[in-house]
């Protein structure tokens, strides 16, 4: 394991320990090894309602996570087209329509419902998305963010700007989670706008 993966294994441990030690995480338990869900989640993702980005995007990118889930059912609450990668991008990516979950969008943002209502694409007949949703385990002030370890983070991101270009990033934290730095290896994303329950941060 190379010094920087070696740090950044030290930082995600430290995160799900204090988050942990302090109340701060919320269903699904364990922290470690996820994503982790945070107290404010719901909050944070009724602030992420308040942007412009949000407010012009009518297909918006998500990752599956559970800390996100908010957020994905505001998408389609809020008559936009739900783009989510599927656990670890094994079955690609499902395509969720408003117009199909009327009434049912809390069960279509879970990844449960998501493969009920969505349609599995690949990302040659993915719609271009507006917006990109990504969840994080730390976020440094200059934008780089720290996932779960696996990478997959990353890769939805690269997938979809490789093929798209530019597209705004947004993720949804705690504020425990939003550091000065986090350690960075070449292939790591950065993302645009942090959105804690209590704050929004413009990183660019």
């Given at each position: 394991m190379s010094d920087v993966?070696?740090?950044k294994e030290n930082l995600r441990n430290k995160i799900w320990s204090l988050m942990e030690k302090r109340g701060l995480g919320d269903f699904p338990f364990p922290l470690k090894g996820r994503?982790?869900?945070?107290?404010?989640?719901?909050?944070?993702?009724?602030?992420?309602?308040?942007?412009?980005v949000w407010k012009k995007a009518k297909v918006i990118f998500s990752n599956p996570d559970h800390a996100q889930r908010k957020v994905?059912?505001?998408?389609?609450?809020?008559?936009?087209?739900?783009?989510m990668a599927s656990p670890?991008?094994?079955?690609?990516?499902l395509?969720?329509?408003?117009?199909?979950?009327?009434?049912?969008?809390?069960?279509a943002s879970t990844i449960k419902g998501a493969f009920q209502y969505?349609?599995?694409?690949?990302?040659?007949?993915?719609?271009?998305?507006?917006?990109?949703i990504t969840g994080c385990v730390a976020v440094g002030r200059d934008g780089y963010r720290l996932g779960k370890g696996g990478g997959y983070g990353d890769k939805e991101i690269e997938i979809i700007k490789k093929k798209f270009g530019e597209i705004p990033v947004i993720t949804t934290i705690h504020d425990i989670q939003f550091l000065d730095k986090v350690p960075v290896e070449e292939k790591d994303t950065k993302v645009d706008v942090?959105?804690?329950?209590?704050?929004?941060y413009f990183l660019k």
């Open positions: 993966k070696r740090e994503i982790p869900n945070f107290k404010g989640s719901d909050l944070a993702a009724e602030k992420v309602r308040s942007l412009e994905r059912e505001n998408v389609l609450k809020d008559g936009k087209i739900l783009v670890k991008l094994k079955h690609g990516f395509i969720v329509k408003p117009e199909n979950v009327k009434g049912k969008e809390v069960f969505g349609e599995k694409v690949d990302v040659k007949n993915m719609p271009k998305p507006d917006l990109i942090v959105v804690t329950p209590t704050k929004i």
